[in-house]
């Protein structure tokens, strides 16, 4: 397993080109099971959760031929079960269940387990199916959907922590060749629905409403092959963003879509940080006087709980007492332990995190656990005085491509070691 060497206290400078979005890709990939065609996608990221799903697409019987950031993919003949020893690595497997029952009426893929960051269940997912129509069994910890007639509903997405964003995108993915209308009540707002949405629609589905509460689906017979182009990875960026505030330097994010960003950069404004948005670039600079902050993820187009882990890293170098509250995984805090081996204090009560700013983070090794907790830790080492060594770097490579080559670029000093 790779480790990562962060030597703290170098500046950093420049501007860094960001990826597409892993959480919009994902689940595109998956949609391309809707057709018989081929699909071409860009700007797809080069992650291991990007390889598992497409080994998945593979195993289900899809030609996926991958070029660099391009991906085609034909789905002529696919089988509906997906292997056990594959999904169980990867959560997000779960998105090709819509797609699967959409077109072949049904679907077999173990269920998710649970993660570092909490449970993960699918109830909503499910829900959202059997309103379709299909009838689910759960055995052997494989579910089994079967839908011999598709026909239009309305589902409902809301859960206690909020809508669910794959469970949207699962029944979307459903619906598109259902007969009749579904409307989607409470369906989760984020960029990354959006893109799904409009790639379904470059297939020839009709979907409305995507990006609002309320997604309305008329089905169609079939649909054909497309081209698209994932949109830029929001919390990559946000993560470079951080990145130059911990580090107290200017650093730009380009290939962005700054709109995606407003609930980010209006947190690192509110700490004193200075945002220049200009086109599809943004700017982050030292302003005059730093802010501790409180904070709440919710969903989109609220502060997203993919960057809470890495604004505690920041909000542990800042003067003054953060509160930072999780409500959509409220067991999100792996990074708080680590953290506080680097001498950070901060006082966990339940799912809000109670931060004292320290002037100086100190090296220490520290354990990766989940994506947006491993990025935090490389975070702090870069303020960290001496040498952060963050073990079980393959959680990191889930989610960002080449962090250390990135930083390294913009004038970190972080080694990849192979062990
Ligand atoms: C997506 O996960 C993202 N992953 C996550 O990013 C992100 O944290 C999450 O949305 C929230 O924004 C991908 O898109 C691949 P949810 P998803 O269903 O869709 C509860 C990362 O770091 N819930 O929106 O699986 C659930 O327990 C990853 O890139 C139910 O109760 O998350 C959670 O509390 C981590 N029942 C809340 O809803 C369900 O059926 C939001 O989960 C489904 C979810």
Known sequence: ??????????????????????????????????????????????????????????????????????????????????????????????CILGPLLGREHEATVSLP?????????????????EALGAAVRVSGGNVKILAPNLRGAMVSMRSKFGSTVLGTGNVMMAAVLADGTTVIDGAAEEPEVVDLANFLIAMGAKIEGAGTRKITIEGVKELHGAEHEVIPDRIEAGTFLVAGAISGTEVTVSRVTPAHLTAVTGPLSEAGFDIKPNGNQITIRPGTKR?????????????????????????????????????????????????????????????????????????????????????????????????????????????????????????????????
């Not at 899809?62 to 020893?85: D, F, H, L």
């Not at 387990?113 to 199916?129: A, E, M, S």
């Not at 409180?294 to 953060?322: H, N, R, W």
């Open 1 to 94: 397993m790779d480790k990562i060497l962060v030597h703290g206290g170098h500046r950093l400078s420049g501007s860094v080109k960001i990826s597409g979005s892993k959480n919009s890709a994902l689940p595109i990939l998956a949609a391309t099971l809707l057709t018989r065609e081929s699909c071409t996608i860009s700007r797809v990221p080069d992650l291991s959760d990007i390889h598992y799903m497409l080994t998945i697409l593979s195993e289900l019987g899809c030609e996926v031929e991958r070029a660099s950031g391009m991906v085609q993919i034909k789905a002529e003949k696919i089988k509906t079960q997906a292997p056990y020893e594959i999904v169980r690595k990867m959560r997000a497997s779960v």
């Open 113 to 129: 387990g649970g993660c570092v960051i909490g449970d993960r269940p699918i109830d909503l997912h499910l829900q959202g199916f």
């Open 291 to 419: 802010s501790a902050l409180k904070l709440d993820t919710v969903p989109y187009p609220g502060f997203p709980t993919d960057m809470q882990a890495q604004m505690c890293a920041l909000l542990a170098t800042t003067e003054g007492i953060s509160v930072v509250t999780e409500n959509v995984f409220p067991q999100r805090f792996m990074h708080i332990a680590e953290l506080k081996r680097m001498g950070a204090s901060i006082d966990l009560q339940g799912s809000t995190a109670v931060i004292r700013g320290v002037s100086q983070l100190s090296g220490a090794p520290v354990m990766a656990s989940d994506l947006r907790a491993s990025a935090a830790l490389v975070l702090a080492g870069l303020q960290a005085d001496g040498v952060t060594e963050v073990n079980r770097v393959y959680h990191i490579d889930r989610g960002y491509e080449s962090i250390d080559e990135k930083l390294n670029e913009l004038g970190a000093r972080i080694e990849r070691v192979k062990t």
